[in-house]
């Protein structure tokens, strides 16, 4: 009777051995099996925008405008996007953002790949970027004029002429060069500091407010007859058009520094194949 039960004993544990190693052989075949990498199916932007809501969609196309969330805002960024079919919007909630390794190459003019999940604003379809590594800038395409790759750091785009503002550019994100004219400080603290910056086309009036003005640093604020850069968000203000700058980075009295790094770094970027994955997570 022992012996009986000790054979069964012993059978049982053969088993479970003989069990273990078909699995353990069965993981080392599959890990050691070529990896295809998953197709990625994009559709157009007037198929996102028809998409059910809560489904997710990947899209491919440019963008056009780029708008940023007011100061001490819970607003998203909104970024339009457009391909032959037509345009949305875009919206990446702040803290995604701030999640993001680079947002530099999220400027009008570059070509992005976008995963969103459908939704409605206000009667207005639109897709929500919900994860930082759900946007990138689309392989072996520029941006905004540059050449780059998913996940560059190189950032910029070409710089207008003042007198080429107009109100088409409305609520779009765009760069001027010039010389700072005048500066005129805030009368109240609810007041933006208004700089007015002129090249050989024109004169504009760029505004930005207090949370903005003192993290500019001191090499990089402008003064009176000299060069200045500002990137800004065009707006129309009792009929005339202005910048409003949200952003301490975006006026640089330095831009040729910047303008050397950016061009090596291009050059670098050149020579580097294209990044085929698109990194979707979970």
């Keep these: 009777m022992i012996r009986e039960k000790e054979s069964e004993i012993m059978k049982t544990a053969l088993h479970s051995l003989m069990v273990t190693l078909v699995i353990l052989l069965a993981a080392t075949v599959s890990a050691q099996a070529p990896q295809t990498k998953k197709q990625i199916n994009f559709v157009s932007v007037a198929q996102a925008a028809a998409a059910p809501l809560d489904s997710y969609v990947f899209v491919r196309a440019k963008i056009i405008s780029v708008l940023p969330p007011r100061p001490d805002s819970t607003q998203p960024y909104s970024l339009y996007i457009s391909d032959a079919s037509g345009k949305l919007r875009v919206v990446i909630f702040q803290d995604t953002w701030n999640a993001m390794a680079s947002t530099d190459f999220i400027i009008p003019g570059s070509s992005v790949d976008v995963y969103g999940q459908a939704g409605e604003f206000k009667a207005v379809r639109q897709l929500a970027v919900m994860a930082p590594n759900h946007i990138r800038i689309t392989p072996n395409t520029r941006i905004g004029g540059h050449m780059g790759q998913g996940g560059s750091s190189a950032s910029g785009f070409v710089p207008i002429t003042i007198g080429a503002l107009n109100m088409?550019?409305?609520?779009?994100?765009?760069?001027?060069?010039?010389?700072?004219?005048?500066?005129?400080?805030?009368?109240?603290?609810?007041?933006?500091?208004?700089?007015?910056?002129?090249?050989?086309?024109?004169?504009?009036?760029?505004?930005?407010?207090?949370?903005?003005?003192?993290?500019?640093?001191?090499?990089?604020?402008?003064?009176?007859?000299?060069?200045?850069?500002?990137?800004?968000?065009?707006?129309?203000?009792?009929?005339?058009?202005?910048?409003?700058?949200?952003?301490?980075?975006?006026?640089?009295?330095?831009?040729?520094?910047?303008?050397?790094?950016e061009k090596a770094e291009r050059e670098k970027e050149s020579q580097t194949p294209p990044d085929d994955g698109f990194g979707v997570g979970t």
């Design 168 to 261: 088409t550019l409305v609520g779009q994100h765009v760069r001027v060069r010039g010389t700072v004219k005048e500066i005129t400080p805030p009368p109240k603290d609810t007041y933006p500091t208004r700089v007015y910056i002129a090249d050989q086309t024109g004169m504009v009036e760029v505004v930005y407010w207090s949370q903005v003005e003192e993290k500019i640093p001191a090499n990089e604020k402008p003064k009176i007859n000299e060069p200045c850069e500002v990137s800004g968000i065009v707006n129309e203000y009792r009929g005339k058009l202005q910048l409003r700058v949200d952003d301490p980075t975006w006026v640089s009295k330095n831009y040729q520094q910047r303008d050397a790094a």
